[in-house]
């Protein structure tokens, strides 16, 4: 009798005892071993551990639940934030014979209710939900009639306000797992820091849990980083993949503009697709299939691409922008190589990218003094946030925003109607400390780009790898600048010669001095600006002659990061002949403009005014309010974090009749689309079916 059959009895799972797991991978799933670190996992959460397991992409992270849960013998609950991956997961379950069955919006009523019978009547080995779904009355009390004998928070990261992709919807876990207790707890996430480890833990109340923080080294992924202006990244991505031997691959751009231009700019060389949050599901769905079958070897995507995504010979992954964060870029470099073979990340930078961070950085959070205004306006008596917004003057996206970061913080009660009340006083400090957090993300961001050193080496120490090994990776751009595909390098010349002689005399004298001072006591006089002054000085570090630290100090509250240059044992020792033996970087040359015949004025930000609406789209903004209202009350929230007025307005101004339509109203993006289009595009239709009567 195998695994498998032995442990069922009556149709119903028994318990599988902890030394048997192993014939339970291989019954069960067809595995005939474990991966690294996945066999220690098992057993501490079949054995009723709580585990906090934070792995990189590809690992193997879903089997360190799916497979205690069939072994704790009864329904594993597993909350998870992404429709697509829920879907995705639930096939690949059912295709084993597992019994595995999902609940978000976008089921109708009558499959949710269907699935909610089989949970209680024990039939479903795996139940995933929606973190939303635990905020619908009475469906927490529904699970805890029969509780799960695991729970699983997928994408845990979502849960700390330290996370890159932070969900006040994963806040309410916290008020719901215990009911659903003694269920032990597996936390689950490819993208967490030390600090959102603790917070991931503490907000889960799971102080007990056991860690588990492995395997974020690559060895097969080759990093390089390359300074390039926008107008030259184009012709990089293209002549980088001209090389079959560097297909499939994917190219992430920042905006859908960008991916739409460079994915058709490739196909006439070779089959390339694009996709973002602008494309209909279909479409997205279409170009993923392409993409995964081999008809499309390269997708140009926004950060929308990915999820779920897993085709293991991905050789190539290209940013033609900076992201925002570290935790988004390893997640997405992550991609690359996941059969094993050799392949490359390539970023191409530059300091303006770090300015459009910023920009919406402003824009997501507002100052202090703005929440502090608004804030100062509430108090015990409850007033319509449309009331509020007009007293203080504010733009009415401005207020919403500020009113929803209160809310997030505590600061402000706001019911499903958009009533408001005064919160706790104690706000500001909490969102000052996720404003600086954010602003910190950009920083550690823009020093990764234009930092020196090994490149995976800076990220297995940014997520705190607790098994590494801590060498050099000999593969990056910084380790083996000969093997670079877009870099290429000179040697120093003249002045520069003299200038890097200067600086390590002076590092004798004065060890750990800042780049800045280095630079201002050994290129007087301006002989070299300050940018070709730093890259001499990363041929240095290059070359084993000396090494860069980072250091911070505060000042008004905030840490500031800088950088000392220390010299290295062979440093100490270098002589001439060494410092002409540097290798410097050249920088990636744009393709010249053509001239125009007028001189293009700097673009300015203006407001947009909005035109006031029409009698036909008042009708609709009001049964649009309607249903956002009910929606709301159904789920508990205030009313702005369904859609915002000026998107209500756009839709009216619209008036979708698809998915394809709806998506381009500004405003609405795939998760939106997920799950409210269909009742959106619903009342649209009604309303006017309304206008069309005979008056």
Not at 28 to 36: M, Y
């Amino acid at each position: 009798m195998t695994t498998e059959e032995s442990s069922r009895t009556s149709g119903r799972r028994v318990p599988t005892p902890v030394d048997s797991l192993d014939g339970l991978l291989r019954s069960a799933f067809g595995h005939e071993a474990f991966r690294p670190l996945q066999a220690e996992v098992c057993r501490a959460v079949t054995q009723g551990r709580d585990v906090l397991l934070v792995m990189p992409t590809g690992a193997g992270k879903s089997l360190c639940y799916q497979l205690p849960g069939l072994a704790r013998a009864g329904t594993t609950l597993v909350i998870s934030p992404l429709i697509a991956l829920m879907e995705d997961q639930v096939s690949a379950l059912q295709d084993h014979g597992i019994a595995a069955e999902r609940i978000h919006s976008g089921r109708d009523q009558l499959a949710s209710r269907a699935v909610c019978r089989d949970y209680l009547d024990g039939n479903l080995d795996f139940l995933f939900i929606a973190p939303e779904r635990l905020a619908v009355p009475g469906f927490p009390e529904m699970l805890a009639k029969r509780p799960p004998v695991l729970i699983a928070v997928d994408e845990a990261h979502c849960i700390s306000h330290w996370g890159h992709d932070f969900r006040p919807d994963y806040r309410m876990l916290s008020e719901r797992l215990p009911m659903l207790r003694p269920a032990p707890v597996i936390a689950l996430t490819a993208t967490a820091t030390p600090l959102v480890q603790r917070d991931i833990v503490e907000q889960l109340a799971i102080p007990e849990a056991k860690l588990f923080i492995h395997g974020f080294r690559r060895t097969n992924i080759a990093v390089e980083v390359v300074e390039a202006k926008p107008s030259a990244r184009g012709a990089v991505v293209r002549r980088v993949l001209e090389d079959a031997g560097r297909r499939p691959a994917i190219v992430y751009s920042p905006t859908r503009k960008e991916t739409e231009a460079l994915a058709a700019e490739l196909n006439g060389t070779f089959p390339a697709a694009a996709y973002h949050a602008g494309m209909t599901s279909t479409a997205r769905d279409r170009a993923q299939r392409a993409f995964q079958d081999g008809g499309v070897e390269v997708i140009v995507a926004t950060i929308a691409f990915g999820m779920g995504i897993d085709k293991p010979d991905i050789r190539t992954v290209i940013h033609t922008g900076m992201p925002g964060t570290l935790e988004g870029y390893y997640q997405e470099i992550g991609r690359a190589g996941r059969d094993g073979d050799p392949a490359r990340a390539i970023l191409l930078y530059s300091w303006a990218d770090r300015r459009t961070h910023e920009f919406f950085l402003g824009r997501d959070y507002p100052e202090p003094s703005v929440l502090a205004k608004v804030y100062g306006a509430l108090s015990e008596r409850a007033r319509p946030a449309e009331e509020l917004c007009a007293e203080l003057g504010l733009d009415d996206e401005v207020f919403t925003t500020a009113l929803e970061k209160l809310w997030i913080h505590r600061g402000a009660l706001v019911d499903p109607e958009e009533n408001a009340t005064r919160g706790r006083p104690d706000w500001r400090v909490p969102y000052e400390a996720q404003l600086a957090h954010r602003q910190e993300q950009i920083e550690r961001m823009t020093a990764f780009a234009s930092g020196r050193g090994c490149r995976m080496l800076h990220l297995v120490r940014h997520f705190g790898d607790q098994h590494d090994s801590g060498e050099a990776c000999e593969t990056c751009d910084q380790c083996a600048p000969n093997k670079c595909l877009v870099n290429s390098f000179r040697k120093p010349e003249g002045t520069e010669i003299e200038v890097l002689a200067a600086a390590l005399d002076l590092l004798r004298e004065r060890d750990g001095l800042t780049s800045g001072q280095l630079h201002r006591q050994t290129a007087e006089g301006d002989e070299l600006e300050r940018k070709t002054f730093e890259l001499l000085l990363d041929g240095l570090v290059r070359d084993g002659l000396v090494e860069v630290l980072a250091d911070s100090f505060e000042k008004g509250g905030r840490t500031i990061q800088f950088q000392r240059v220390w010299l290295t044992r062979r440093g100490r020792l270098a002589g001439r002949n060494d410092v002409d033996g540097v290798l410097v970087v050249k920088e990636v040359a744009a393709p010249p403009r053509k001239r125009r015949a007028r001189a293009k004025k700097a673009a300015t930000p203006v407001a947009k005014h909005q035109v006031p609406l029409d009698i036909a789209e008042s009708a609709l903004f009001e049964k649009l309010r309607e249903w956002r209202l009910e929606e709301a009350r159904r789920r508990r929230i205030p009313a702005f974090r369904i859609l915002g007025d000026r998107t209500l307005a756009a839709i009216c101004r619209a008036r979708p009749v698809d998915e394809e339509e709806l998506l381009d109203v500004a405003g609405i993006g795939p998760a939106k689309a997920s799950s409210f289009g269909r009742k959106i595009l619903a009342v649209v239709a009604a309303e006017s079916n309304n206008d069309d009567r005979p008056k």
